[in-house]
């Protein structure tokens, strides 16, 4: 009865966001336009806002951060291309079986540089989700991502990505079609490849389909992601037969940036505006287009040489304990 109030309270508060930030655009339109006797009214909105959004966003469990990481309007890879970079001109296809849209990939220019951007898109409405396959990439996708890392190499282009995937696709077809050997070519590229490469993760960064993204010289992850070697839900399955453990299972798993960050998995944690970054995505774009351009540039300044050995022993580094 006490997580079912819980629920509610959270249902509540958020849809309170909702109408708040809404009624904030309107009525900063409006002073814009010159109605300055609403300034006052605009300016009591945004401190409720804030209070509401410090008190929701102060006492988060990892269960709930793991629903705020799937929030079906939380940005996506295609909105911070869209976003964080210009001219952006999207490659296709393996050359040797097909395109898979839960991969975009391509080429584009961060504030005057070019870049490649690589990430995981779910997509948003029904017939996109379906298209894209819910953010799960096939083997071609992998593949995909392989070819564009070699062209970034070749033109010496860093190499950005964005991770939001629940996993690789498992499907029967997948499978036959060497997913994990796809997946194992990203991993081995990545780790040697003679560009600087940052990875993020903006939402939901499951399994080694995540990890395909994410062999980097930086990590960064939005403060309300998650990143794990499985899902909650599929923890709860194994460990304790049942999916309702879910939330249980979400806090043992570490999978916060917070948790993340002290284990050494990720070296930044990106704040997201107050309320998560769906409420205020511009505000979202231009945090996380700063922290890219601030380890861009410090990545620039090592010599590829020591760019790629040091990337290897951070990876080599993980997992490494005394009893």
Known sequence: MAVETEKENN????MRLHYLQNKIEFLREKVKKGE???????????????????????????????????????????????????DFVELHGDRKFGDDKAIIAGFAFFEGEPVVV???EKGRDTKEKIERNFGMPHPEGYRKAVRVMKLAEKFRRPVITFIDTPGAFPGVGAEERGQSQAIAESLMVMGSLKVPIIATVIGEGGSGGALALGVADRILML?????????????????????????QAAESLKITAEDLKKLGVIDEIVKEPLGGAHLQPNKMYRLLKRALRTNLRCLKRIPVKELVEKRQQKFYSMGIYQE
Request: hydrophobic share 35%; with cysteine; proline share 5%.
């Open 11 to 14: 249902l509540d508060i958020e």
């Open 118 to 120: 690589i990430g995981h």
């Open 36 to 86: 300055k006797h609403r300034l006052s009214e605009l300016v009591e909105l945004r401190r409720e806002f804030k209070d509401l959004a410090r008190k929701k966003m102060s006492s988060l469990s990892a269960w709930e951060k793991v629903q705020l990481a799937r929030h079906p309007k939380r940005p996506h890879t295609i909105d911070y291309i869209q976003n964080i970079f210009t």
């Open 223 to 247: 403060e309300n992601a998650i990143y794990s070697v499985i899902s909650p839900e599929g923890c709860a399955a194994i460990l304790f037969k049942s999916q309702e453990k879910a939330p």
